[in-house]
């Protein structure tokens, strides 16, 4: 069955970086555009960005955009995010989906915090 297991997680300060993968399985991933997700406490999900299934198109949400990157490996069966210059308000669940999809995977906790 389709399995999207994301990681890389955790508690950085203001200014940091941090790097996401979401590890696919069960499913031909490069064949499908991808997106991140993301879930603030109390909040509904929030689209950050999508990735065409060869990686030539990319494209952002105007709060990430120019810090964040998103990027995939196809051989690796991996999707990446990687986030720059973090700030407070990016604290949230991270999730990622194929694209016109719901997240089915358990997320990553991202916490910017000083």
């Known amino acids: 069955q389709v399995q999207l297991v994301e990681s890389g997680g955790g508690l950085v300060q203001p200014g940091g970086s941090l790097r996401l993968s979401c590890a696919a399985s069960g499913f031909t991933f490069n064949v499908y555009d991808m997106k991140w997700v993301r879930q603030a406490r109390g909040e509904g999900l929030e689209w950050i960005s999508n990735?065409?299934?060869?990686?030539?198109?990319?494209t952002y949400a105007d709060s990430v955009k120019g810090r964040f990157t998103i990027s995939r490996d196809n051989v690796k069966n991996t999707l990446y995010l990687q986030m720059n210059n973090l700030k407070p308000e990016d604290t949230a669940v991270y999730y990622c989906?194929?694209?016109?999809?719901?997240?089915r995977g358990p997320g990553t906790q991202v916490t910017v915090s000083s």
């Open positions: 989906a194929r694209f016109q999809e719901t997240p």
């Open positions: 990735i065409s299934h060869t990686g030539r198109t990319t």
